[in-house]
């Protein structure tokens, strides 16, 4: 039995070429956002799940000089990350909370606004992780001119003996348009390609 020598950077690769070699037939199928979110679901959840600590493949031990960079970035204000295009400034990115856990508005109602400095790489990258793997996704207009990703938002309170408590309170949610989730997604394969390329890798069908 083998394994990837690094998924981190044949992955990405492989997500990167499927796109570009889908992108014009399903443009003219109208696919594109479908494209988009089916690229998103393997090529950004799988990665951000095997970088996590405490993952059995334990990933960071063997390639700490890219775990090191891709802390570096995640760390960064999303809006000004190189995962935003600097050419398209300011972009439709937006961030919003709402205290309905149950969710039952519906996503037009939820009041957001352009994001700033505040909202982190990691946050952002979180919500649209959670809201892939949860199906929290949704749009507006037809064609569709905005995606919303929504995330259970989570109050962490440290009770008796030091134990640690997580509540739920409300949700929290990102919105861009296709073209600029679109932009997100290549950037993010990219940066996960240049920061784990190692000389060496096993291919993934």
């Known amino acids: 039995m083998t394994a990837y020598a690094n998924l981190f950077q044949d992955f990405p690769t492989r997500c990167r070429r499927l796109l570009k070699l889908m992108e014009d037939v399903c443009h003219a199928e109208r696919l594109d956002v479908t494209l988009l979110l089916s690229i998103a679901s393997t090529g950004l959840v799988i990665p951000s799940e095997r970088l996590q600590n405490g993952h059995p493949a334990d990933d960071g031990s063997k390639i ?3 775990i090191k960079s891709h802390n570096k970035l995640m760390n960064q204000a999303f809006s000004s990350s190189p995962l935003v295009n600097s050419s398209n400034n300011p972009n439709s990115w937006r961030y919003g909370t709402h205290t309905d856990s149950n969710w039952k508005d519906a996503p037009d109602n939820w009041k957001s606004a352009p994001l700033t400095d505040t909202q982190k790489v990691q946050q952002v990258v979180s919500i649209i992780r ?6 929290n996704i949704y749009t507006k207009g037809s064609p569709i001119t905005e995606i919303v990703f929504a995330s259970k938002r989570m109050r962490h309170e440290t009770g008796c003996c030091g134990i640690k408590h997580a509540f ?3 949700i929290q949610y990102v919105s861009a348009t296709p073209e600029d989730f679109s932009k ?7 940066h996960l ?11 993934m069908a």
């Open 168 to 170: 739920e309170n409300g």
């Open 130 to 135: 959670n809201a892939l793997a949860h199906g």
């Open 193 to 203: 390609w240049m920061v784990f390329k190692t000389p060496g890798q096993a291919r």
């Open 64 to 66: 700490p000089e890219g």
């Open 184 to 190: 997100f997604i290549k950037n993010w394969l990219d």
